[in-house]
């Protein structure tokens, strides 16, 4: 008899998926350098790890505008083409724009593989992640927004089968009932949104009077694994892309103090527009909290266009003004990406002061460094927090004495 006891473990019940093996490709437009190109290649084959996909090589090919028919130039068609007859596991090819249907219907009949654009590996991510109603509705009506403009890519079959006569009609028949079936299926997805939505807003009303802050920033920065180090909760913290969709909130308290500290969905650089539009309720969130701690990864080597990227998405929201504080996570890989094993502690806390007042000026904010996974400076950050949200009680009953 076993002594191992499951008792509480989900057991994993459906079939086990094979990795899949995949090329990635990517154009290097005009303005754009080859380092900058390589790191959004590099945020791709992490989102083609995420899903379950191992990369085998990249693509790349100077552009002022991806190719009408095959994205890439003709010759560099050839050459992919060439690589996958070369390597048969190759079963994946990704691309890091948005394909359209007659574009993939071009490239799988030229490379007789499946053909995956950034908004398809991305969608397919939030799929597998999405937790609640909510999260799995928007998902599912993002996926309606992608799949309704490409539908006649869908039925090119029809146009390859010989004897054409006769069967233009039923085809076309076909992909207009096709579309009819989706722009229905849309406006009921949006109504049941609107309805979650609706609950989602009654719950956050019936929060009550307690202040509420809100993680954001880029994905995998390790929002979770803050909310978890100053919640002391279990949410789910994963070195992968999209490790949490659904919004989770939690109350804590500092000393005697309450609040509300919720996580919310990592942004990411060129999100598809109908996942931004699907995805707007779960970062009301944000738009609602009373103090916002902007979470940055500092050991990546594109921090500062994270940062960019979500300063960007918040000031789109019109939450940019609320009282932020700029924690920058990840201190102990940074150090250990950075600096040499050899210089002396006095010299990195200069260095590290040097670029924490160059960070300061740059954002306007209060700024902080810590590692969520160490926990060093965590005093310090629950202190600056601390005020912060005493500040907060302090406008919100400026004739009552709070005592906690």
């Given at each position: 008899m076993s002594d191992n006891w499951d008792i509480g473990k989900k057991k994993n019940t459906g079939l086990k998926k094979e990795a899949e093996y995949c090329i990635i490709i990517g154009i290097i437009r005009k303005g754009q350098s080859e380092e900058q190109?390589?790191?959004?290649?590099?945020?791709?084959?992490?989102?083609?790890?995420?899903?379950?996909?191992?990369?085998?090589?990249?693509?790349?090919?100077?552009?002022?505008h991806p190719h009408l028919k095959y994205f890439v130039g003709s010759g560099k068609l050839d050459e992919i083409i060439e690589y996958i007859e070369a390597n048969e596991e190759v079963s994946l090819i990704i691309f890091d724009d948005d394909l359209s249907g007659k574009q993939?219907?071009?490239l799988e009949e030229k490379t007789r593989i499946k053909i995956v654009d950034r908004s398809q590996l991305i969608l397919d991510i939030f799929a597998n992640r999405a937790q609640t109603a909510q999260a799995r509705t928007q998902v599912e009506l993002a996926q309606m927004k992608y799949l309704l403009p490409r539908l006649?890519?869908?039925?090119?079959?029809?146009?390859?089968q010989r004897g054409g006569i006769g069967m233009r009609g039923p085809g076309e028949q076909e992909i207009e009932t096709d579309r009819r079936i989706v722009r229905d299926k849309i406006s009921i997805l949006k109504k049941k949104l609107e309805k979650i939505d609706q609950q989602a807003k009654t719950q956050r009303k019936n929060r009550g009077d307690l202040v509420r802050v809100a993680l954001v920033g880029y994905t995998n920065v390790g929002k979770s694994t803050l909310l978890n180090s100053l919640a002391k909760a279990e949410v789910f913290?994963?070195?992968?892309?999209?490790?949490?969709?659904?919004?989770?909130?939690?109350?804590?308290v500092f000393g005697q103090m309450p609040f509300l500290l919720s996580d919310t969905v990592g942004f990411?650089?060129?999100?598809?527009?109908?996942?931004?539009?699907s995805f707007k309720s779960t970062l009301d969130e944000a738009k609602e909290s009373d103090i916002i701690v902007h979470v940055v990864d500092l050991?990546?080597?594109q921090f500062e266009d994270h940062a960019k990227t979500v300063i960007s998405t918040l000031t789109d929201l019109g939450a940019i003004e609320k009282p932020t504080l700029m924690v920058f996570?990840?201190?102990d890989l940074y150090r250990e990406k950075y600096f040499d094993k050899y210089l002396a502690k006095e010299e990195?806390?200069?260095?590290?002061?040097?670029?924490?007042?160059?960070?300061?000026?740059?954002?306007?904010v209060e700024t902080l460094f810590i590692s969520a996974k160490t926990k060093e400076n965590f005093d310090l950050l629950r202190e600056k927090l601390s005020t912060m949200i005493q500040s907060q009680y302090n406008l919100r009953y400026p004739y009552q004495t709070k005592h906690w």
């Open positions: 190109a390589k790191e959004y290649l590099d945020e791709l084959e992490f989102l083609a790890t995420t899903a379950g996909a191992i990369t085998k090589k990249r693509f790349t090919q100077k552009l002022e993939t219907s071009i006649r890519g869908l039925w090119t079959h029809l146009e390859r913290a994963e070195d992968k892309l999209f490790a949490t969709l659904d919004t989770t909130v939690r109350k804590v990411i650089r060129k999100l598809p527009h109908h996942l931004i539009e050991a990546h080597p996570n990840k201190i990195a806390d200069t260095i590290l002061d040097e670029l924490k007042d160059k960070l300061s000026n740059t954002y306007n």
